[in-house]
Nanobody
Framework: QVQLVESGGGLVQAGDSLRLSCAAS????????MAWFHQAPGKEREFVAA????????YYADSVKGRFTISRDNAKNTVYLQMNSLKPEDTAVYYC???????????????????WGQGTQVTVSS
């Protein structure tokens, strides 16, 4: 069982930055691929970014490429999402997810991830 706790969300203005953190329990964090998804009101949960077990491979949704950076610190059992140049359309609840595999899935589907955090709200005002 893996427990994930997100933090770092908040209310910011367009163009600002935020860094989300996701702390994971358990000793096997370094063996798992991790990802961030977001869900806006009335919409489905969507893939944002993913990172493999080592941190050497990262993947992004087209909408955030060049603005967001996913990273991880296996010594701290934590994955991060640095969000720069935020836009109002980035407003959503952001969820951290864990996949019991060294590698991310090629589909970036929510069904490929085994554990989820409770989410943290990010609101970007124009």
């Amino acid at each position: 069982q893996v427990q994930l706790v997100e933090s770092g969300g908040g209310l910011v203005q367009a163009g600002d930055s935020l860094r989300l953190s996701c702390a994971a329990s358990g000793r096997t964090f370094s063996s798992y691929a991790m990802a961030w998804f977001h869900q806006a009101p009335g919409k489905e949960r969507e893939f944002v970014a993913a990172i493999n077990w080592s941190g050497r491979s990262t993947y992004y949704a087209d909408s955030v490429k060049g603005r967001f950076t996913i990273s991880r610190d296996n010594a701290k059992n934590t994955v991060y999402l640095q969000m720069n140049s935020l836009k109002p359309e980035d407003t959503a609840v952001y969820y951290c997810a864990c996949r019991q595999s060294l590698y991310t899935s090629s589909s970036y589907s929510t069904t490929e991830y085994d554990y989820w955090g409770q989410g943290t709200q990010v609101t970007v005002s124009s």
